[in-house]
């Protein structure tokens, strides 16, 4: 049960995009179409923003956007806001146990 | 609404047991896979464990497999945590949080446990 990899942190400007990526195995990432995505503010409990790849909860603004090829998945943030900044974590169904990446801190300039 | 409230969090000793507690409510909770999810102080999130929604099939992360008991009582819309041979690597906040089909779409606030001397 090795964690997912995702980059540590990330940065962009206001009205920016970017892409946090999430890389794993065929036995988690590439192996199932249940890969979800979390935003964690300080201090918060985390919320579902993806799932199954790249479907959004009612609420999640389109902003948000996620995709998978082969092991690994990203999660794209385009038109970057100020309350983007953010922990971002990916996790991936992995056969009864899941996995989560190790978090991406996500800072908007 | 859906509503997930931790409790039994609080410091013990290294060896030591505690038992965690989840409340649920504004949802059918025995249609539900359940699972506990950790974060230890300024870390990232680590899966625990899992209970079906019948309570008949269990699973537990690596870290926890053997000394980590997950179970649930629909009849009174509670998940718990036993947790025995505490470590001090154990410590974390600990959240409860709903399974629809394959993501968690629900979090409880979490409640910390904090394992020293």
């Known amino acids: 049960q090795s964690a997912l990899t995702q980059p540590r942190s990330v940065s962009g400007s206001p009205g920016q995009s970017v892409t946090i990526s999430c890389s794993g195995t065929?036995?988690?990432?590439?192996?199932?179409?249940?890969v979800s995505w979390y935003q964690q503010h300080p201090g918060k409990a985390p919320k579902l923003i993806i799932y199954?790849?790249?479907k959004r909860p009612s609420g999640v603004p389109d902003r948000f956007s996620g995709s998978k090829s082969g092991d690994t998945a990203s999660l794209t943030i385009s038109g970057l806001q100020a309350e983007d900044e953010a922990n971002y974590y990916c996790?991936?169904?992995?056969?009864?146990?899941?996995?989560f990446g190790g978090g991406t801190k996500l800072t908007v300039l | 609404q859906v509503q997930l409230v931790e409790s039994g969090g609080g410091v013990v000793q290294p060896g030591r047991s505690l038992r965690l507690s989840c409340a649920a409510s504004?949802?059918?909770?025995?249609?539900?896979?359940m699972h506990w999810v950790r974060q230890a102080p300024g870390l990232g999130l680590e899966w625990v464990a899992v209970?079906?929604?019948?309570?008949?099939?269990?699973y537990y992360g690596d870290s926890v497999k053997g000394r980590f008991t997950i179970s649930r009582d629909n009849s009174e819309n509670t998940l718990y945590l036993q947790m025995n041979s505490l470590r001090a690597e154990d410590t974390a906040v600990y959240y409860c949080?709903?399974?629809?089909?394959?993501?968690?779409?629900?979090w409880g606030q979490g409640t910390l446990v904090t394992v020293s001397s």
């Open positions: 949080t709903r399974e629809t089909t394959g993501r968690f779409d629900h």
């Open positions: 996790c991936s169904y992995a056969g009864s146990p899941w996995v």
């Open positions: 065929n036995s988690d990432v590439g192996g199932y179409d249940s």
């Open positions: 199954d790849v790249t």
């Open positions: 209970i079906w929604y019948d309570g008949r099939n269990k």
């Open positions: 504004g949802f059918s909770f025995s249609s539900y896979g």
